[in-house]
């Protein structure tokens, strides 16, 4: 049995013990040191960086189970927290406090959340049981050296199952923990990731899911009582299981799924007869699967060109629901359990996060939270255009073009290539407050889809694993060659930017194809595959393996060895920004360290910012106020240097 033995304070006090100490670093210059945030005069233009950062609204959003109160997470504070309003729309109450959130969940009873910390950014979180008035807190799982992944609350409450790798500190075993005494068990032991998914109402049964690469798994039946496991869906082929919703009866779930098929569509399997059968099978990826506590409202989404459309169907009379008008955007949706409400988050390009009510018995809509736009005026916030071109093999590639105003900036601004992480996710056109910055400033930002993006079916998704790793790298050569005939940008003066998997593109093709680019920001990007692979977390781990090859494996070793950005790094010839937090336990710090060290040996310029308090992101505002001044003063020095004189 694990128990808890710490307090809430003790915990809270002793976080910084939980994580491993950081690699040493010889340049104290490269450690950054904040200040105090200043914004500048509202209205002011141009605005200063900061008011986009500020441009902030609901990050997860869900509503409690009977339907009258909305939990979502906020960082208005400087930090993710855990705030509450009415269904009504009352003031918000804030419920945490100190050190950020990583996740929450509400209790079956509506009376309680549980809350998940971590200590600097490791990911590595202890789990807090909160009342709903915030009133009061306790300790059920205390911060350790174990990777955890929260699952769910029983049907009562009584239990909450999650995955651990506390057995050996690779492996995510399966645990289950009563609630009221903190007493833990491990019902199934597994071998890289297991992970529980849904479970059946006021059952026994549980919907494991094993990982099978970065954009597949393979399903399980687990009895939490024997803990015997049974498989569920294990095709030749991998394919994508996900969204999982029980009937109320536990007779069989909704689902997503491209199994046999390109895109997510929406399925139903029984359990009775073992059937898996589409309902809906859209060119267009589904997710969001939503079913109401009594089975009668069955909702889903549609990424179609990255924007999110809402669908639903009244289950009692076969009927499609009338959808309302929502901002477009990428939307999030939350199901109450007992009432016929749902929460629609919403992040496009003119909000930072909005929440809609949507009333289903009568189709109304009406908005609960206002996202603050900074004192920044919507109406500049520039909606992308989805383009599409042809790499040099034929495959067809996309992406979203933010251009700045002809009439203020002039016909051809420079541009920033930004490419997004995973690799298996999606540039889409939620708000993000960087490129909207830039493309006020006279700085075009194409938000590219290379090959190994989701969004585009199950091939496309898979067109850069393992020995076609490489090949996603040259679509950046032939995304700047397309952005270079007539798309009205001037690519003599352009930039690439990326996080996690898009800092291991941008230290890429700086070296494998120096002179493409002016200048490049790689954010926790990977320099040598080889190390990486070794000490990611056990999360990547359990996937890596087929996304990238089994790194134990000499042969993939040899690739590596080869093919790694470090090996390059002597041909990058053009100022770059490197930024890693020192806690990250995806991406190790190291992986940046190396990258700096050999360019600077190189004799190139390095402005590098190496958080001692972050992990795989930058959390903290007084952090994100410093690293992205210096992202937006390094990039219009380099593209756009009459801008930068103006001090801004």
């Not at 990611?536 to 040899?558: F, H, M, T």
Request: charged letters at 20%.
């Amino acid at each position: 049995m694990l128990k808890p033995l710490l307090t809430v304070c003790s915990a809270i006090v002793l976080a910084s013990a939980w994580a491993e100490t950081p690699p040493a670093w010889d340049n104290p210059a490269d450690i950054p040191v904040t200040a105090p945030v200043t914004v500048g005069l509202a209205g002011e233009q141009p605005a200063d960086i900061v008011r986009y950062l500020l441009a902030e609204g609901a990050g997860a959003a869900r509503l409690s189970p009977d339907g009258g109160t909305l939990a979502f997470s906020w960082s208005v504070s400087g930090e993710p927290q855990l705030w509450t309003i009415d269904r009504e729309g009352t003031f918000p109450r804030q419920l945490t406090f100190g050190s950020g959130i990583t996740f929450f969940a509400w209790a079956p009873d509506g009376e309680h959340l549980l809350v998940g910390r971590d200590a600097e950014g490791n990911e590595r979180e202890g789990y807090y049981l909160l009342s709903a008035d915030g009133s009061s807190e306790r300790l059920l799982l205390p911060l350790s050296e174990a990777f955890r992944v929260f699952g769910m609350f029983s049907s009562s409450g009584d239990r909450i199952l999650f995955s651990s790798t506390e057995r050996n500190g690779r492996d995510f075993d399966i645990y289950v923990t009563e609630v009221a005494s903190g007493d833990t068990r491990r019902v199934y032991e597994g071998t890289f990731g297991f992970f529980p998914s849904a479970w059946q109402p006021y059952g026994n049964l549980v919907l494991v899911s094993e990982v099978r690469g970065e954009d597949a798994n393979d399903v399980h039946l687990l009895n939490i009582d024997t803990g015997e496991m049974a498989p569920l869906f294990q095709p030749e082929i991998a394919a994508d299981y996900s969204q999982f919703e029980w009937l109320p009866d536990g007779s069989g779930f909704f689902l997503s799924t491209n199994v046999d098929r390109e895109f997510n569509g929406l399925a139903l399997y029984t359990l009775a007869d073992k059937t898996l059968t589409y309902l809906e099978t859209p060119n267009h990826d589904v997710s969001n699967v939503s079913l109401s506590g009594d089975g009668r409202y069955l909702l889903w989404t549609t990424n179609e060109e990255g924007y999110s459309v809402l669908h639903g169907m009244d289950r009692s009379s076969g009927s499609p629901l009338d959808t309302p008008e929502v901002i477009p955007g990428v939307y999030d949706i939350s199901l109450a359990r007992t009432a016929p409400l749902a929460a629609v988050r919403v992040s496009g390009p003119a909000t930072p996060g909005d929440v809609f009510l949507w009333n289903l018995d009568t189709s109304t809509l009406r908005q609960t939270v206002a996202a603050s736009l900074g004192g920044l005026d919507s109406s500049t916030f520039v909606t992308p255009t989805s383009l599409r071109y042809p790499a040099r093999d034929g495959v067809e590639l996309q992406g979203l073009l933010y251009r700045p105003n002809k009439e203020t900036f002039g016909a051809k601004p420079p541009v920033v290539v930004q490419v997004h992480g995973g690799p298996t996710a999606q540039s889409r056109p939620s708000f993000r407050s960087v490129e909207q910055y830039l493309v006020n400033n006279g700085i075009a930002v194409f938000a590219v889809n290379v090959r190994g993006s989701t969004g585009f079916g199950k091939t496309y998704a898979r067109l850069d694993n393992q020995e076609k790793r490489l090949d996603s790298v040259r679509d950046l050569v032939d995304t700047v060659a397309f952005l270079s005939r007539g798309q009205g940008l001037d690519t003599d003066r352009i930039a690439v930017m990326g996080g996690s998997y898009g800092g291991y593109m941008v230290n890429a093709v700086l070296g494998s194809y120096p002179g493409l680019f002016d200048a490049g920001v790689s954010i926790v990007g990977v320099s040598d595959w080889v190390r990486a692979l070794e000490e990611a977390s056990p999360g990547l781990k359990a996937s890596d393996r087929i996304e990238y090859g089994d790194i134990r494996e000499e042969r993939w070793q040899n690739f590596y060895a080869k093919n790694s950005p470090i090996n390059t790094a002597n041909r990058i010839n053009v100022p770059m920004l490197v930024s890693h937090g020192a806690n990250d336990p995806r991406d190790p710090v190291t992986e940046s360290d190396r990258i700096v060290r050999a360019v600077r040996a190189n004799g190139n310029e390095v402005i590098y910012m190496r958080f001692p308090d972050e992990g795989h992101s930058i959390r903290k505002r007084p952090n994100r106020v410093a690293f992205y001044r210096t992202l937006s003063g390094f990039l219009e020095s380099n593209l756009k240097p009459d801008l930068a004189e103006t001090g801004n």
